[in-house]
């Protein structure tokens, strides 16, 4: 079964920096596509960065375009979020999900990070 652990999540200021972790196991990932979500208080929960782990394909909202950039390290088993200038409506919990190849929907399996920006 997959498992996804999030970590990485604090405070920051406006203009700040947090790198966001997602540690998976529990199988192979060469046939899936890791994204990071994210659900501020009183929203819904929208899609942050996707990555496909066997050829590092990525793509992004267009909220967090040229600020955040999603990596992995197949050694390790992480997907990583780097969060660049933050702005306070980056506030949200954020979550790893992942999916296969072949098909749309997500799976979520972790307690998720909280990132907290204050301005």
């Known amino acids: 079964q997959v498992r996804l652990v999030e970590s990485g999540g604090g405070l920051a200021q406006a203009g700040g920096s947090l790198r966001l972790s997602c540690a998976a196991s529990g199988r192979s990932f060469s046939n899936y596509v890791i994204a990071w979500f994210r659900q501020a208080p009183g929203k819904e929960r929208e899609f942050v960065a996707r990555?496909?782990?066997?050829?590092?394909?990525?793509a992004y909202a267009d909220s967090v375009k040229g600020r955040f950039t999603i990596s992995r390290d197949n050694a390790k088993n992480t997907v990583y979020l780097q969060t660049n200038s933050l702005k306070p409506e980056d506030t949200a919990v954020y979550y790893c999900?992942?999916?296969?190849?072949?098909?749309?929907?997500?799976?979520?399996r972790g307690q998720g990070t909280q990132v907290t920006v204050s301005s």
């Open positions: 999900a992942a999916r296969t190849i072949l098909t749309a929907t997500y799976v979520f």
């Open positions: 990555i496909n782990w066997s050829d590092g394909n990525t």
